[in-house]
């Protein structure tokens, strides 16, 4: 009798994996594969790998693994992963191509990618075999389904059921029909919005395709996004050095091909909200958001900026509308669906085993927490407070 190791010990002789460090030649097999009927997220396009790892994949104590596992019959390739090595807190981990700017990490899976449990722990135990020396394998934020296909990966062990989720939006070819599907109180408040700001003698929703305007935009775009956030007494990362150059280069090499999408509400030379995106083929991807503050709170440019960039884009083929992460009160009206996603922890070393145990007790406690709703809100104004109090103690001395 075959015991199921047994048979995860076969099946892993039939699987090899790959380690590339070049990410140029790297990227040109990526882009051999997607253009040969793979299946990525717009998180994983060769466009957005290309320039992460650039910026932020190029900083210094990070190198580049660029993973790819093949069938060893006759070495047809069948998953990759971007992948990134980095010393951080005492471990050396090893990640999908994300630092917190990524959505969603996914595998690049080609057609005929196995999706047996069996298999699949097979190619990941050839992917660990190739993997250099690390303590940790983390990948946080993994799509239940990568396009219409199932992800793979959730047939790992270590994978938890993860606090964030997706908020995609599927629209049918008739726009009108799905705005007035959305509830009347929320599409009478974006006619209104529209109205209101419109009084402006030169209001106008522009898709910006000028590199010159599109550079004046983003200004706007960040300082709206410091603004808002700090306000909030939150970490604004974004103007850390390798973020900001990375964003700055996607638009700057995205924005011709119409892979990256900038919209604006303008009021003259005045930027009142501007949205960046990804597009690929029929899928759009919201990844920053910016809208002023002050007067032109009454028309919601947010909210509304989101509307007519969806129009827009309906227009040129767009069905799919995906909110990405972030569970915020604006994207409600709208009404996305959920996308779940997970998270996946694996020692590689004994340093290793204690990270991936604290991650799975901090997993339990989320889900306690999130179990008794009460609770966990005042734990988190409490978390709050002391937060405040420790960095006004910290200020004042």
């Known amino acids: 009798m075959t015991t199921s190791a047994q048979a995860i010990g076969q099946a892993r002789q039939d699987y090899v994996a790959t380690i590339e460090t070049e990410v140029a030649t790297a990227l040109q097999r990526w882009r051999e594969w997607t253009d040969g009927g793979a299946t990525i997220t717009v998180f994983q396009s060769e466009r957005w790998l290309s320039t992460w790892y650039a910026t932020l994949g190029a900083q210094a104590g990070r190198r580049p693994l660029l993973a790819s596992i093949a069938r060893r019959s006759d070495a047809r390739v069948l998953m990759a992963l971007p992948l990134v090595t980095e010393h951080r807190d005492g471990l050396q981990r090893i990640g999908l191509a994300d630092l917190g700017v990524s959505d969603y990490a996914a595998p690049l899976l080609m057609p005929g990618c196995p999706d047996d449990a069996q298999e699949v722990r097979a190619m990941f135990a050839a992917l660990r075999k190739a993997l250099p020396h690390a303590d940790l394998l983390a990948i946080e934020k993994m799509p239940e389904t990568i396009g219409a296909r199932a992800n793979p990966l959730l047939h790992l062990p270590g994978v938890r059921a993860s606090a964030l989720f997706g908020n995609p939006a599927t629209v049918g070819d008739d726009f009108d029909a799905w705005r007035f599907s959305r509830e009347k109180t929320h599409r009478k408040e974006l006619e209104r919005s529209w ?116 129009a827009a884009l309906h227009a040129q083929g767009v069905r799919r509308f995906d909110f990405t992460i972030g569970d915020y009160a604006y994207k409600k009206g709208f009404m996305p669906e959920q996308l779940d996603l997970f998270d996946l922890a694996v020692p590689l070393s004994w340093k290793g085993r204690p990270h991936t145990l604290w991650l799975g007790l901090r997993h339990r406690l989320g889900q306690w927490s999130r179990a008794h709703p009460r609770l966990h809100h005042r734990l988190a104004q409490a978390r709050e407070a002391w937060t405040r109090t420790r960095a006004g103690r910290k200020a004042a001395s």
């Open 195 to 310: 109205r209101v700001f419109t009084r402006h003698p030169d209001a106008r929703f522009e898709q910006v395709l000028d590199a010159g305007q599109a550079a004046r935009v983003m200004d706007a775009l960040e300082q709206q996004q410091r603004s808002a956030i700090s306000g909030k007494g939150w970490a604004y990362i974004l103007d850390e050095p390798g973020y900001r150059d990375f964003y700055r280069k996607l638009v700057d090499e995205g924005l011709a091909s119409g892979e990256v999408v900038l919209t604006a509400l303008m009021a003259g030379d005045e930027v009142v909200a501007a949205l960046l995106g990804l597009r690929r083929g029929g899928e759009y991807a919201m990844i920053r958001i910016g809208s002023a503050a002050g007067e032109w709170r009454s028309c919601s440019p947010g909210r509304l900026i989101i509307e007519r960039t969806m």
